[in-house]
């Protein structure tokens, strides 16, 4: 059955582009080569085929097929491999003590489901793994330009540092950035931006 995401991800346009978030680009000196890393709704790729190029093992979770398809275009077209499994994250199956990176970027879901992910990354780390999440807090509503317009969708700073209280933060930080990235994310937005690691609390 057709998703919404199925949707926007059959144009034959990369929705949100090829490149990677600067988010994930401005902090690359945190993954090494070999690193197995988890992409959350990954969609159609751009950032899971980037930390390909880097060398990590990629896997790419998304509940949109068609989005999954245009990411192994993408990846074929960069000469790089990339593991998809296409589930919803609800029923998303993580492995205990595994991933030396989870990488969250814009995946706006349910709270309750949030939380939910966040406690099973927790578990899902391997020590001194490391996860990466940016999106758009409550604010971007008053900026009026892209992202959910359901504001449970959207979590604060004090939020998920309270989801993730188990890392220790190497970033944390609510700030208004401009964000140009295909036609899906255009103009200043208003954004959480959390790195923490599972090594050693201080």
Known sequence: MKNQWDERYEQADYY???????FLVEHS?????GDRVLCLAEGEG??????AKLG??????DSSS??????????????????????????????DDYWDAVVSIWCHVPSPLRTKIHQNILRSLKF?????LEAYTPDQLKLKTVGPQNPDLMPTLAQIKNELRGLRPLLEQETTRLVSEGVGHQGMSAVVQFIGTKGQLK
Do not use: H, M
């Open 66 to 95: 068609a989005g999954l398809e245009k990411l192994q275009l993408l990846a074929d077209k960069n000469s790089v491999k990339i593991k998809t499994v296409c589930s919803d994250l609800n029923d998303f199956s993580f492995v």
């Open 128 to 132: 001194d793994g490391k996860f990466f």
């Open 29 to 33: 000196s945190y993954f090494s080569k």
């Open 56 to 61: 990590c093992e990629v896997t790419a979770v």
């Open 16 to 22: 949100y582009g090829t490149e990677p978030s600067s």
């Open 46 to 51: 751009r950032n899971a085929v980037y930390l």
